[in-house]
């Protein structure tokens, strides 16, 4: 099963392409561009569900998406943004310096909505596969 998985925000949204596979995509977009990459990642990639995160924006995205022809589901985001976070320094270990910092005291020089949205996606897929 291949998931698509939006982490919503006001005024960016964390999206990711998870399956039996791995992550397949993910990226940071702006709300105005989260029907145009939907649409375009679930025929690429043949997306069988979106998942959302309940949290902050998730009613406005809920509505740009469920112009998609897919189910939609509403999954919880405790902790996404701490694990987000983790994920992210995991695939980009801190250089220099920056090496010697505990990650805990650390913020990522970029957004990682899209870290989160993997985050969920995973642990989605997780409880799917029992």
Known sequence: ??????????????????GPEGVLAHRVVGIADLEQVSRQWMESYRVEVVIVGNQTGCKQAFDILNRLELGIEGV??????????????????????????????????????????VVLAEAYLARRRG
């Open 1 to 18: 099963m291949k998931v698509l998985a939006v982490d919503p925000g006001l005024e960016k949204c964390g999206m990711a392409v998870c």
């Open 76 to 117: 919880p985001e405790r902790n996404s943004t701490l694990l987000a976070r983790r994920r992210y320094f995991r695939d980009h270990p801190p250089r220099g310096w920056r090496r010697l910092l505990p990650i805990s005291l650390q913020v990522p020089p970029e957004p990682y909505d899209d870290y989160a949205a």
